[in-house]
């Protein structure tokens, strides 16, 4: 049953270097056409999928910090109704650092939002501007103050493994993240998508990625700066005080159903898999057709579905329970991993297998893709 909600709110301030919300850049948003169109899609999931109250709740996309909070306040009481709300619901909300954003935040808070994740990306102004972030550092750091002073729960995002970027440049800016006083840190390689204007630039010769080596490097050096913090990875690129763990990545990392509304949002539900409209027009008018944004809707066989939980599951600390995953799938443990593969890596410490729980060592988490398309069996994937 659905116990997670994403909403996505894919209006961009303005073209971004690294992600590919180009396309959805707007002048403008009619809120209350949009408000009506996220209460159809929200209904058509909660028809398909009610009967649990959610667990948690995340506005996400472009920069759903500029929903105004009486949209925000109609979208929670709605999902609300058709669900009702576990006790302690956590209800994130993605923000730019931004004095525009900031000054909602109260107006948030008071909608229902308990948690925001905050886009502060670096600490250095020169950086800021190579990754094309409108704010400075002085504007993030103000944002995150007000963040701290009206939000139970906040998180910071920061980007690291820049161009050119050092272990004591990346020390120097990781203790001061770490003094922010933030109960969960995202701290994310760059990495170079294609589409992107990063990918031209690269292509172009502007700027040259950090190599694996010194990336590997920067990667151990955070997973021991932050447990010795007090903020254990717990995924392997997300880090929180014990307790604060995102409830809602945690929904996706262990693989439970959520429902996905709005443009461009994935979900999954009762083994189908689901995806919106990507372009806001269009998403539109499918709900006005259909009542519904989705562009398409595939049912899972159950070997996809179990290649999907090792994939995701083994991006967390506490790795995956084979034994739990063949009995939601049907699918014996001996074809979940390839066993050769399992003995070598965990003969090299790169894996560990205890009973039926296997897990990707701290030494093995820099090599994590590359592992996974050694231990899970190709068979699964292509399923």
């Known amino acids: 049953m659905t116990r997670a909600l994403y909403t996505h709110w894919p209006f961009c301030l303005k073209k971004c270097p690294y992600c590919d919300f180009n396309s959805h850049v707007r002048d403008g948003v009619e809120v209350d056409a949009w408000q009506a ?11 398909l999928a009610g009967g649990e109250p959610l667990e948690s709740i995340f506005f996400g996309g472009g920069t759903p910090s500029l929903m105004s909070p009486a949209l925000v306040a109609a979208l929670l009481a709605e999902a609300e109704r058709l669900w009702g709300f576990a006790p302690g619901i956590e209800i994130t909300l993605e923000a730019n650092p931004s004095s525009v954003e900031a000054a909602a935040f109260a107006g948030l808070a008071a909608a229902g939002v308990n948690r925001v994740s905050l886009g502060l990306q670096s600490l250095d102004d020169e950086a800021l501007h190579f990754l094309g972030r409108l704010h400075g550092v002085e504007e993030g750091l103000k944002a995150l103050d007000t963040a701290q002073r009206v939000f139970k729960r906040v998180n910071a995002d920061f980007i690291y493994a ?5 272990e004591d440049d990346w020390r120097a800016e990781l203790t001061s993240a770490l003094a922010l006083g933030t109960d969960h840190l995202s701290l994310y390689q760059l990495t170079i998508e294609p589409g992107t204007r990063f990918a031209t630039d690269v292509r172009l010769g502007a700027f040259t990625p950090l190599d694996d080596d010194p990336a590997a490097d920067l990667f151990a050096m955070t997973a021991a700066m932050t447990g010795a913090a007090g903020l254990p990875a ?17 929904t996706y990392w262990r693989y439970r159903d959520y429902a996905g509304i709005g443009p461009g949002a994935h ?7 689901t995806v919106r409209h990507k372009k806001p027009e269009n998403w539109l008018a499918a709900v006005t057709e259909q009542s519904h944004g989705i562009a398409e809707e595939r049912v899972l066989d159950h070997r996809e579905q179990a290649s999907e939980a090792l994939l995701m599951g083994l991006r967390l600390t506490e790795g995956v329970d084979l034994a739990d995953i063949s009995a939601r799938f049907g699918v014996p443990i001996p074809d979940l991993v390839v066993a050769e593969r399992l003995a070598l890596y965990n003969s090299l410490g790169l894996v560990a ?15 994590l893709d590359a592992l996974l398309g050694e231990l899970v069996p190709a068979a699964l994937v292509e399923a």
């Open 267 to 273: 979900g999954r539900r009762g083994g189908a898999a």
């Open 37 to 47: 169109a996220l209460i159809a899609d929200m209904r058509h999931e909660a028809a």
């Open 162 to 166: 820049r161009p050119g970027q050092t």
């Open 353 to 367: 297998a205890s009973g039926n729980r296997l897990i990707v060592s701290p030494a093995g988490m820099p090599l």
């Open 234 to 250: 717990y995924e392997v690129s997300n880090h929180a005080r014990p307790g604060q763990e995102s409830r809602h990545n945690l």
